[in-house]
């Protein structure tokens, strides 16, 4: 039987897959941190309303999980996810390694590792391609996801 905290990795993943991003808030813990290539360093409340939304913005995601490893404090997985990016049009399939921590059956850190420029050739193009490894480059998409983030942020606190 698998680790309670690897059945709660394939459930965060599920829950992406159906885009029930209340289901994947409901996995992380109150004081939980998340850090990717894009998304530095968010609080709890950020991952969520991250997981948000990706989630209302995802149009065609599809989600695949494997490798899935947990033990009580550690855990990791790798997933693929498949979409189509809003704003170019284009498609992606980024490949994301994960790594877990947990405490009391809640995810307390996620950290998300993936190629920036990689992704940036596919969601972006060829200026992407040529330029998504340039310090420049990279903290542009970083401001941009996180100014998307903030206008979500308070467009659902008004809600």
């Known amino acids: 039987m698998p680790h309670p905290n690897a059945e709660l990795i394939a459930r965060l993943y599920a829950a992406l897959a159906r885009r029930d991003a209340a289901a994947m808030g409901s996995c992380y813990a109150d004081d939980a941190r998340f850090d990717d290539p894009v998304f530095r360093q968010l609080d709890a409340d950020g ?5 948000h939304m990706l989630c209302e913005r995802a149009t065609d995601l599809s989600i ?3 490798g899935i490893e947990a033990d009580a404090t550690r855990g990791r997985a790798r997933w693929i996810a498949t979409y189509t990016f809003s704003r170019t049009g284009r ?3 980024n490949v ?3 790594e877990y921590a947990f ?5 307390v850190r996620h950290t998300d590792r993936f190629s920036l420029w990689r992704w940036a050739g596919m969601a972006l193009g ?3 391609a040529l330029l998504g490894w340039a310090p420049p480059v990279r903290e542009a998409i970083r401001r941009e996801a996180l100014r998307g983030l903030e206008k979500f942020r308070q467009r659902e606190s008004r809600r």
């Open 126 to 128: 060829l200026k992407g």
């Open 103 to 107: 405490r009391d059956g809640r995810i």
């Open 47 to 51: 991952v969520r309303a991250m997981w």
């Open 96 to 98: 994301i390694d994960a």
């Open 64 to 66: 695949e999980a494997s």
């Open 91 to 93: 498609r992606v399939c």
